[in-house]
């Protein structure tokens, strides 16, 4: 991920240079994000109170893998750690 902090103005005069860019580094998806809004203010739009951001860890959702000898998220593989979700970017 890179984040940039430009100058006030239209994202339009810089993607012409960043297509270059990408295309230079051989990127073929990429995805600009501009005009965001502030996380807070949606998180307290969705959820309403804010008070379980104090308590949540992530960390939990972590288990130790034997095999692969890394951490991963149960929730998003069976006991054999294959998927249960299938990819989001299907392979070509």
Known sequence: ???????????????????????FLK?????????MVDGKNLIKNIYGNLKFLDSYNPLKN??????????MNH????????PIYPDLIPKE
């Not at 006030?8 to 240079?17: D, H, N, V």
């Not at 972590?62 to 951490?71: A, E, H, M, V």
């Not at 929730?75 to 750690?81: A, D, P």
């Open 27 to 35: 990127i073929d998806k990429y995805l600009i994000l501009n005009d």
């Open 62 to 71: 972590l288990k130790w893998n034997d095999k692969d000898k890394i951490w």
């Open 1 to 23: 991920m890179i984040k940039l902090y430009l100058p006030l103005t239209e994202i339009s005069e810089f993607q012409r240079i960043f297509d270059l860019l990408f295309h």
């Open 75 to 82: 929730k998003l593989f069976i006991e054999k750690f294959e």
